[in-house]
């Protein structure tokens, strides 16, 4: 397992990477310059990052990095710039907010625009996945979070039925969403969400209402929950994270991890890494540093040039062991990068041609054990043997008897017949003999 | 000489060539002696194995003379097994190729990789020659497939492992196509699995022979069920040879078109014709060539056989059994499964359920319909296998079809009667629910709810039980018996009578046999552990009570029974206690899964649990006591201190005044310092977790919280309202029983109306007010609850700051963790 952390930036540079156990520094991915939340790796297979464009061009575009090369290997033009973008834990789907509010989901194997929908009435800022990759959250501009059941988007027949697209609408926020996280809740998960309202709302997914509000003193840019739960961790504007309890008593239940810089340079990014209970920040100046939440000291900073970091990502990839040529032939046909993304949905016949691709398990290559059977064969066959000495053989020897039986009896009646025969023939004689 | 030789003890490696000796010239034949008793063989086999007796020393062992001892005796091991592999007898070969097999597997890897070709030369001669009886070709199949899987464990010697395989083919393929024991098929079958999954390129100039060959067998009319199902799985196994994924689809739409093919002739005047041209249209795209049929030119898709039902079923079965298998099973390159084609196959098939279209009922005379019909339930039963099989392998990227499969399974659902069906929709919702979440949940749960609720319901299952008369009030006796065994927590005479119908009721005589009420509980079961919080307002108080009735009942004085039914050698009662650990299983599940209420019935659980633990059988019990350990957590909620909070607020005090500053800090928060804060933070979220209705409190505070507990709350602070509903003790409500029901309704404002004076005489915080406020609902509760926290920290603070002797104190603490104890 390869733990790395990504980080990218609003002004166009590098997207850099690190390894968050040595520290070392990886491949630098170019050029990107990707809206906050639009930085996403899809599964294990590869980056994705959407790319702020000048206002004048009228297309959105999304880039794709193979994690061994430099260069951009894909370029999608959706039909509009957009904002946020993320992927399900298994890679299988991306899913992109548009500056219109729409919201668009790819099939990444085919590039296929599976399903476009309009989700708010401004720009779409952040979109998250659930645990189970079923519910999509996703954060808007006009300060509205909303819950989305994947499964019922594609439900055309209760679409049709004019019931809301939505499972659950929360807008108690009065300015824009800046984050959202989502625990481990499973159906009774708690969503999180902050905005440049300086507050943080905490909500809750099986009574579908605003649990807790909690106000900080500045603008929260981003989120990072902490997965044993009741503590999250906000990003300030005014360079400070907060730690905030998602079950405090007041409105103010939060508490001050530290501060990235001294210049006041404001926090926009946050990601928790469970393996080794790190925290990691970006920063406007461009820093990346990681925390020790416990001891709240940094243990390890990163720079990202000059220009303000805007999203990080911790990136997990399983080390297939080279061991034998399968294994790297999978390699080489699992890094494969897809097509790219498609602008529009199809329409009729064509939309779903019914074929799913499903990608090898990392580690389907492991040896086959097959396991020895000659011992069983042998009780098996013993007891065959054995069986064939009783109840078969007795069958047979029965069935035998009878026939046996049978065949003298018909043996008699022969003997009978051809004794009356050869009887009426010799009468027959004798009488044309004393003829 | 060697009966003076003493041994350490039976692990004595010394012992070993004794025994091995012992054992070739005692019970294995040779060329003079003749075998007298097979059963001798399997004594021989395990005392081997027993003893790895045909394992050797290292060279570089201490006793040089013990080395070359066990060597030799291996040496005539090996020597006399091939001089009996090349005997003249049957029975003598028979004994000399099984245990050579044995000896592939025990023997050491010098030995083994210094003489495997020899051995495997000498297996191979019987499947070559003619003349070799069928049971000696049985063995030497079995034990070649041992020799390649012993050999598949060296690495180095992977070419020459896969040109001996190689060899193989061929003739096992002759064997296949001329022998028609099924005993040797199995054999083949066996071997040809082996060399697929170990030694692929073995296959390569082979394959098309091989794939023929195995269709040739599943579409011969003489070829037994059981063998069937054998060759669908190797022919399954076939394209991992060229592990490439064209090679898969091509396999697959193989299948699909055969399946579909043969449901076109069976399906006639059952369906519309252009359902099945449809379906073929599908699978062959205008564009492309059509495949070759499964199993090369002549794939047997012209035979007579066309006009049996039975057989086109269960050839049907068998490929679909195939494309399952083929789903299911994990492949080195990646996979295009073609879906649509799949489902829309199995709604095809789930669509005919034997009636007549109006327009088609003159085309078909009765006795077709009749052997149609009764073929009918194990083709659903193979299509619904499918439908899993395709769930299972494309897991979330079902997403685009989930609603269609959610609709099939539905609609699907209420048709379906037959339980054997059922069992399998259960098991589909349940791989449906597990591999998309939530989201399914939210879609399914009142399909699972409705049919568990009927195929679990005691009342179905007395119809053919009873007469008429009886049943009605048997069903009366039932009822009553439910509702009072949910206040009772022991058994009186009058209940115990009554739950005499009870005891008989899942298992005998029932209606929807016991593996459908495994399957429905389990599925319940999920449905709670995935989405149990979505029902909070609709279905979850209706499965609470359900599941509650059905493990009380599943458990009702029976803890014993695998003793006492024990004398029956039948499986029935390993089906029973499966039954009861699903119904204890589905029960915990409803009583952890997160809900709006505290756990109506967690008294009725723990002393389940707790009865179960002691009284019933090993796996039962030991269940009990993880449920117990489970619900520990929801009696005593954990209160942990949050790791490093408190000494943040140690680090960086200015954050703590901050606070302050800007609000008024709640009392408990000042009154306890800082040492307190992250355990009242997790208290508070507690309460917060649990927001009951106005009902459950009623009924919370009647069942779960211990007497002993509001004595303690009384002592620490005078409550009214604890003491006013302390009154309400269960020995009480045993008494007032009947009444019960009717007094609910007026006892609840009195208790809510209490709690609220009395928060009011001894809280007068601000803060709490504000706190409860975010939570509508469960107001009383919470601040129920915080009372209660507060009640005995306050009673703690007050005697720490009265007199600093800690003999108070300790009492103290003595006295909750008895109460603790006692609860």
Redesign the interface.
Same mark, same amino acid.
């Given at each position: 397992m390869e733990i790395s952390v990504i980080a990218s930036s609003s002004v166009e540079s590098e997207i850099g990477s690190w390894d968050l156990k040595t520290g070392n520094k990886l491949l630098q991915f170019k050029p990107c310059a990707s809206p906050a939340h639009g930085l996403t790796a899809v599964g294990e297979k590869f980056l994705a990052a959407s790319q702020l464009r000048k206002e004048s061009a009228s297309s959105g575009s999304i880039f794709y990095w193979s994690w061994n090369k430099p260069q951009v290997e894909v370029k999608s033009f959706p039909v509009e710039s957009i904002k946020a973008l993320t992927a399900?834990n298994?890679g &299988?789907?991306l899913v992109g907010g548009g500056t219109s509010g729409d919201i668009y989901l790819w099939?990444v194997a085919t590039g296929k625009l599976?399903k476009k929908w309009h989700g708010h009435y401004r720009s779409v800022t952040c979109l998250v996945f659930?645990?189970?990759?079923?519910?999509l959250v996703s954060g808007s501009q006009d300060g509205t979070v909303r819950v989305w059941?994947?499964?019922?988007l594609?439900?055309?027949?209760?679409r049709q039925h004019g019931n809301t697209l939505y499972?659950h609408n929360f807008n108690e926020h009065t300015m824009s969403i800046t984050d959202i996280v989502i625990d481990y809740?499973?159906?009774?998960a708690l969503i999180i969400s902050s905005s440049e309202d300086r507050t943080c709302k905490v909500w809750s997914?099986?009574?579908e209402k605003?649990?807790?509000?909690i106000i900080f003193?500045s603008a929260i840019n981003s989120l990072a929950l902490d997965p044993?739960g009741?503590?999250f961790y906000a990003g300030a504007r005014d360079s400070k994270i907060y730690?905030g309890?998602?079950?405090? &008593?007041?409105?103010?239940?939060?508490?001050?991890?530290g501060s990235v810089s001294e210049q006041s340079k404001a926090v926009t990014c946050l990601a928790y890494c469970a393996d080794g209970n790190l925290l990691i920040s970006g920063s406007e100046s461009g820093m990346v540093c990681v925390w020790d939440?416990?001891s709240?000291r940094p243990v390890r900073t990163f720079n990202l040039g000059k220009n303000p970091v805007n999203n990080i990502q911790v990136v997990r990839k399983t080390i297939v062991a080279n061991s034998n040529k399968?294994q790297s032939s999978?390699k080489r046909?699992?890094s494969l990068i897809p097509p790219p993304l498609e602008k529009y949905e199809r329409s009729g016949e064509d939309t779903?041609?019914?074929?799913? &691709?499903?990608?090898?398990?990392p580690y389907?290559?492991v040896?086959?054990?097959?396991?020895?059977?000659?011992?069983d064969?042998?009780?098996e066959?013993?007891k065959e043997?054995?069986q064939q000495g009783s109840a078969a053989t007795e069958i047979e020897m029965e069935r035998l008897k009878l026939e046996y039986k049978r065949s003298l009896q018909m043996n008699d009646q022969w003997q009978k017949n051809y004794e009356n025969l050869l009887q009426v023939v010799m009468e027959e004689e004798q009488i044309g003999g004393s003829n | 000489m060697a009966s003076f030789e003493r041994f350490e003890d039976m692990c004595d490696s010394r012992l070993k060539p004794k025994i091995l000796q012992n054992l070739l010239s005692e019970y294995v034949p040779n060329e003079k002696q003749p075998l007298t008793n097979?059963?001798v #063989?399997?004594k021989v086999?395990s005392t081997i194995?027993t003893h790895k007796l045909l394992t050797e020393p290292p060279l570089a062992s201490i006793d040089q003379s013990h080395h070359g001892k066990s060597k030799s005796a291996v040496d005539d091991w090996v020597n006399r097994l091939l001089a009996l592999v090349s005997s003249d007898m049957p029975d003598k070969c028979?004994v000399g190729v099984?245990?050579? =097999?044995?000896t @592939?597997?025990e023997c050491s890897s010098d030995r083994f990789i210094s003489s495997y070709s020899v051995w495997f030369n000498s297996l191979l001669s019987h499947l070559k020659n003619p003349a070799s009886s069928r049971?000696v070709r049985?063995?030497s199949c079995?034990?070649i497939?041992?020799l390649l899987?012993?050999l598949?464990?060296f690495l180095n010697t992977k070419k020459d492992a896969v040109s001996h395989a190689a060899k193989v083919i061929l003739p096992i393929i002759k064997l296949l196509e001329e022998d028609s024991s099924e005993a040797l098929w199995e =054999?083949i079958v066996?071997l040809l699995s082996?060399v697929v999954?170990?030694f692929p390129a073995a296959f390569h100039s082979n394959y098309d022979k091989v794939e023929a060959a195995i269709a040739s067998k599943i579409f011969s009319a003489k070829t037994s069920c059981n063998m069937l199902k054998k060759f669908a799985h190797l022919l399954a196994l076939l394209p991992k040879v060229k =592990?490439t994924e064209d090679s898969w689809s091509l396999m697959m739409q193989k299948l699909l078109i055969s399946i579909n093919v043969h449901l076109n002739n069976f399906f006639q005047g059952l369906e519309e014709e252009t359902k099945g041209t449809k379906a073929i249209q599908?699978l062959t795209p205008p564009g492309k060539d059509s495949p070759l049929p499964l199993g090369g030119q002549n794939g047997g898709l012209d035979d007579a056989a066309w006009n049996s039902e039975q057989l086109i079923v269960s050839r049907v079965s068998a490929l679909m059994l195939c494309s399952s298998t083929m789903l299911t099973s994990?492949?080195?390159?990646?996979?295009?499964?073609?879906?649509?084609?799949l489902?829309?196959l199995v709604e095809r098939v789930l669509a005919v359920n034997g009636s007549l279209p109006r327009a088609m009922s003159p085309f078909m005379t009765g006795i077709q319909q009749e052997l149609v019909c009764a073929e009918l339930p194990t083709l659903h039963s193979s299509a619904l296998e499918l439908l899993r099989a395709t769930i299972k392998?494309?897991?979330?990227?079902?997403?685009?079809?989930?609603?269609s499969v959610?609709?099939l399974v539905s609609s699907y659902f209420r048709k379906c009667s037959l339980p054997e069906l059922r069992i399998k929709l259960y098991s589909i919702t349940t791989t449906l629910l597990k591999s +998309?979440?939530? =989201?399914?949940? +939210?879609?399914l749960a009142q399909e699972v709810v409705t049919n568990a609720s009927a195929d679990l319901d005691p009342r179905s299952v007395e119809v053919d039980a009873v007469s008429n008369k009886n049943m009605s009030l048997t069903n009366g006796a039932v009822l009553q018996a439910c509702s009072k065994k949910r206040k009772h927590s022991t058994n009186s005479g009058v209940e115990a009578e009554n739950s005499a119908f009870e005891v008989g009721v899942p298992h005998n005589h029932s209606s929807s046999p016991i593996t459908l009420k495994i399957a429905s509980l389990e599925a319940l079961e999920t449905l709670l552990t995935?989405?149990?919080?979505?029902g909070?307002d609709s279905w979850r108080e209706r499965v609470d009570n359900l599941l509650m009735t059905t493990a009380t009942s599943a458990c009702e004085g029976r803890w014993a029974n695998t003793e006492t039914y024990h004398c029956l050698p039948n499986k029935s009662t390993t089906d029973l206690d499966e039954f009861q650990l699903a119904a204890l299983r589905a029960f915990l599940a409803s009583l952890v899964s997160?809900s709006?209420v505290r756990p109506a019935f967690l008294a009725e659980g723990l002393e389940l649990f707790r009865t179960g633990k002691l009284q019933a059988g090993m796996k039962v019990a030991g269940f009990c006591a993880q449920a117990l350990m489970s619900l520990e957590v929801v009696i005593h909620p954990r209160a942990l201190p949050?790791?490093? #909070?408190p000494s943040?607020?140690n680090?960086?005090p200015e954050?703590?005044s901050?606070?302050s500053q800007?609000?008024n800090?709640?009392n408990p928060?000042k009154l306890n310092g800082i040492a307190h804060d992250g355990d009242?933070? @997790?208290n508070?979220?507690l309460a917060?977790a649990d927001?009951p209705s106005n009902n459950a409190i009623q009924r919370t505070l009647e069942t779960t919280l211990p007497f002993q507990e509001t004595k303690r709350l009384k002592v620490g602070n005078d409550l009214a309202t604890v003491t006013s509903l302390g009154v309400q003790d269960p020995t009480d409500m045993v008494a007032s029983e009947n009444v019960q029901q009717a007094d609910v309704p007026v006892q609840v404002p009195e208790g809510s109306l209490g709690q609220i004076s009395d928060k009011d005489a001894t809280a007068p915080q601000d803060?709490y007010v504000?706190?409860v406020s975010?939570?509508q609902e469960g107001e009383d509760y919470v601040v129920k609850d915080s009372l209660m926290e507060e009640a005995s920290i306050g009673k703690r603070e007050s005697l720490d700051e009265s007199d600093d002797d800690s003999i108070p104190s300790l009492k103290d603490d003595d006295f909750l963790s008895d109460s603790d104890a006692e609860s």
């Open positions: 399900n298994e &299988t789907y099939e599976l659930s645990g189970d990759d079923s519910l059941s994947l499964i019922r594609f439900d055309d027949f209760q499972e809740g499973g159906s009774n997914l099986s009574k605003l649990l807790k509000n003193p044993c009741s503590v730690i309890a998602i079950n405090a &008593t007041s409105e103010y239940g939060t508490q001050v991890l939440p416990k709240r399968a999978w046909r699992g779903m041609d019914g074929i799913v &691709t499903i990608e090898p398990l389907s290559d040896p086959v054990y097959n396991s020895f059977l000659s011992a064969l042998i009780d066959q013993v043997l054995q | 097979f059963l #063989l399997s086999v194995s028979w099984s245990l050579m =097999g044995v @592939c597997q049971i049985v063995a079995t034990s497939s041992d899987t012993r598949s464990r =054999g066996h082996t999954i170990l =592990g599908r994990s492949y080195k390159s990646k996979i295009n499964i073609p879906v649509g084609s489902l829309s392998s494309i897991r979330s990227q079902l997403l685009p079809y989930a609603a959610v609709r +998309m979440g939530i =989201g399914m949940a +939210m879609q995935i989405g149990g919080a979505l909070s997160p709006r949050l790791d490093g #909070l943040l607020s680090l960086f954050s703590n901050l606070a800007k609000h800090t709640p928060n009242d933070l @997790c508070k979220w917060n927001v803060g504000e706190v975010g939570t």
